[in-house]
Nanobody
């Protein structure tokens, strides 16, 4: 079992920055692909970013490319999401998720993620 706890959310003005963190416990996440998802009010949860086990490859949804950076520390069992140039449409509940290493490279597919955190709220005011 893997327990995930997000932190770092808050209220920020458009153009500002936030850094989200996800702390994993229970077992090491070294071999897991890690991802961030978000859910805006009244909308489905959507993929934001993912990073493979060694940090060697990262994936982003188009709307955050160039603004968000996902990173991980296997030594500290943590995942981060640096969010710059925030926009009101980035508002939502941000979830950290983990999936075992799979041959399926559909990193945006929610159903492949086995473990989820409770989420941290990000609100971007205009």
């Amino acid at each position: 079992q893997v327990q995930l706890v997000e932190s770092g959310g808050g209220l920020v003005q458009a153009g500002g920055s936030l850094r989200l963190s996800c702390a994993a416990s229970g077992r090491t996440i070294t071999l897991y692909t890690m991802g961030w998802f978000r859910q805006a009010p009244g909308k489905d949860r959507e993929f934001v970013a993912a990073v493979i086990w060694n940090g060697g490859s990262t994936y982003y949804t188009d709307s955050v490319k160039g603004r968000f950076t996902i990173s991980r520390s296997n030594a500290k069992n943590t995942l981060s999401l640096q969010m710059n140039s925030l926009k009101p449409e980035d508002t939502g509940l941000y979830y950290c998720a983990a999936r075992p290493p799979l041959s399926d490279t559909a990193y945006a597919r929610e159903s492949l993620y086995q473990y989820w955190g409770q989420g941290t709220q990000v609100t971007v005011s205009s």
